[in-house]
């Protein structure tokens, strides 16, 4: 299966401030995804990052407060805009390969919204 | 949209003793996958299975694909303390696009030496 790295691992921020999560997996994929983990909770899918357009929204989500950039297969990045305390969360870069059918998943980006 | 049962939300076991746990859908999934989470990790996939009625297994652990298509059931034989963590059940409808699945949310599992 795909490595995923992602980085930062993890970042103290500033309310109303904005961070980019990058995600750079090791091989060619298919399809590219952006999930977040609230404390304590299950994942729930943000978006799909499209390759070279724009990314495919999950209800209650929306591009001016998490735009996603996908400008190859293998790269993606996921900004978090004027952050609030609620958007302490961890958020994960996961991936598949045609024919796979099953997630990959990178160690996720833990953040902190003071 | 889909919403996954996952139950217990957390056990407590003896080193040793085995463990079940399943996830109920309102709504029948293609396939069912079931994932670990390591503290400050990322879930890592256990079991797949993309047939109604498949029981797949994994070393000690057992996966099964129930037979309505709404449910699947997870079992550990024999836990041991590395098997501590958060174990996550996911469906995924082949009509909208491999990949994106829908999350339980989550059993935590605890065991005492």
């Known amino acids: 299966s795909a490595v995923i790295s992602q980085k930062p691992s993890r970042d103290i921020c500033q309310r109303g401030t904005s961070l980019t999560i990058q995600c750079q997996v090791d091989?060619?994929?298919?399809?590219m995804f952006w999930y977040r983990q609230q404390p304590g909770q299950s994942l729930t899918l943000i978006a799909t990052?499209?390759?070279?357009?724009?990314?495919?929204?999950e209800s209650g989500f929306v591009i001016d407060k998490f735009p996603i950039s996908r400008p190859n297969l293998t790269f993606s990045t996921l900004t978090v805009s004027n952050m609030s305390p609620e958007d302490s969360s961890i958020y994960l870069c996961?991936?598949?390969?045609?024919?796979?059918?099953?997630?990959?998943f990178g160690a996720g980006s833990r953040l902190t919204v003071l | 949209g889909q919403q996954l049962n996952q139950s217990p939300q957390s056990m407590f076991i003896q080193e040793g003793e085995d463990v079940s746990m399943n996830c109920t859908s309102s709504?029948?999934?293609?396939?069912w996958l079931w994932y670990k989470q390591d503290p400050g990790e990322g879930p890592v996939l256990l079991i797949a299975?993309?047939?109604?009625?498949e029981l797949t297994s994994n070393g000690r652990l057992t996966a099964q694909f129930g037979t309505t298509r709404k449910d699947s059931f997870l079992n550990i034989s024999a836990s041991i303390p590395s098997d501590v963590g958060i174990y996550f059940c996911a469906g995924q409808l082949r009509n909208f696009g491999a990949g994106k699945s829908t999350f339980g949310d989550g059993t935590t599992l605890t065991v005492k030496p």
């Open positions: 709504s029948i999934f293609n396939t």
């Open positions: 091989s060619q994929v298919t399809m």
């Open positions: 299975l993309y047939k109604a009625g």
């Open positions: 990052a499209n390759q070279g357009s724009e990314a495919t929204y």
């Open positions: 996961s991936c598949y390969r045609a024919g796979a059918n099953v997630l990959t």
